[in-house]
């Protein structure tokens, strides 16, 4: 007597490897979606890193001075524009994200966020005395951090988490963003012939 499989059984048979193949294309389609995720969020976090590194790198040695209670300039108190601690950093940049001219710019960890601010120099503010308006521009260059600081090293090897009315020779940023860590390091560029002296002497030779 000869051995058969009946309709049912077929069906049976079918329906299974139907489900099978279903789940199995289902964790393919799955795994290639996690593959794509993370490959998307390096290539954005990479693409933040070069624009924040470009900007830090671009700080430029502005000098400012300070102004008494009835804003009369305070006779050889100029200093460079830099004011950052561990959670933010503001400077001048000459080459910012949104503008083609110098801009200040500030940096600040909030929340579990990296915080961009950006606004012309010589627009709305008074660049004697640089402040944000109302009219800067806010973006956001990373989110769901876990950490987020700043420090610097100043010229002559001082690590600092807080520095003023001087330029870091190095900003080094430290993240933490799904479990991992990440730590960057910016050089600022600066001009060989821009020394303190020589900025000192042209702002006062008059």
Not at 6 to 25: K, P, R
Not at 106 to 123: A, H, N, R, S, V
Not at 147 to 176: G, M, W
Request: proline content about 2%.
């Amino acid at each position: 007597m000869k051995k058969a499989f009946t309709i049912v059984e077929m069906l049976v048979a079918v329906v299974l490897l139907t489900l099978l193949i279903g789940v199995a294309l289902f964790s393919f389609r799955m795994q290639l979606i996690t593959i794509h995720k993370t490959k998307l969020s390096s290539i954005n976090r990479a693409i933040s890193y070069t624009q924040l590194r470009s900007v830090i790198a671009s700080m430029k040695y502005y000098a400012v001075q300070e102004y008494d209670i009835v804003q009369r300039v305070i006779p050889y108190s100029w200093h460079y524009f830099f004011d950052a601690d561990a959670k933010k950093m503001k400077f001048i940049t000459i080459n910012p994200l949104f503008n083609d001219t110098d801009a200040l710019v500030q940096l600040t960890c909030k929340d579990d966020k990296l915080i961009y601010e950006e606004e012309p120099l010589y627009g709305n503010m008074d660049f004697l005395q640089p402040d944000f308006s109302e009219k800067k521009k806010v973006f956001i260059l990373m989110k769901d951090l876990q950490k987020c600081s700043f420090s610097y090293k100043t010229r002559d090897a001082k690590q600092l988490n807080s520095l003023k009315k001087d330029l870091p020779h190095l900003v080094e940023i430290n993240l933490q963003q799904n479990n991992k860590k990440y730590t960057f390091y910016t050089k600022v560029q600066t001009d060989a012939n821009t020394t303190k002296f020589s900025i000192e002497a042209s702002l006062y030779d008059y």
